[in-house]
Nanobody
Framework: VQLQASGGGLVQPGGSLRLSCGTS????????MGWFRQAPGKEREFVAV????????DYADSMKGRFSISRDRAKNTVYLQMNSLKPEDTAVYYC??????????????????WGQGTQVTVSS
């Protein structure tokens, strides 16, 4: 499985971005597709996750109501729509995939496959 994250950039506070994670290889319905982020000097943190089947999704508390994760199975792509962006959302965003139980969804070290990361900068 290979992942390719894209869509990052520079945006003003309050703005929006949509990140994409293109996938190749065999991803089955039980895969979890996660987004994580890492700011300079900080540990990688969970952002959002969706099961490839689309049956479940979840968000970190600070992203609820602002971020939305979705997937398009026909395009083999997972999206992260980010609205009302704040300077503290500035980070490198990574997509990840793995066949996982739902209980492990927020644990970055449980994910096998990772994309290369895309930089999101929120600044005026």
């Amino acid at each position: 499985v290979q992942l390719q994250a894209s869509g990052g950039g520079l945006v003003q506070p309050g703005g929006s971005l949509r990140l994409s994670c293109g996938t190749s290889g065999q991803i089955t319905s039980n895969y979890l597709m996660g987004w994580f982020r890492q700011a300079p000097g900080k540990e990688r943190e969970f952002v959002a996750v969706i099961r490839w089947s689309g049956s479940h999704s979840d968000y970190a508390d600070s992203m609820k109501g602002r971020f939305s994760i979705s997937r398009d199975r026909a395009k083999n792509t997972v999206y992260l729509q980010m609205n009302s962006l704040k300077p503290e959302d500035t980070a490198v965003y990574y997509c990840a995939a793995s066949p996982l139980i739902w209980g492990a969804r927020t644990q970055s070290n449980a994910y096998i496959y990772w994309g290369q990361g895309t930089q999101v900068t929120v600044s005026s």
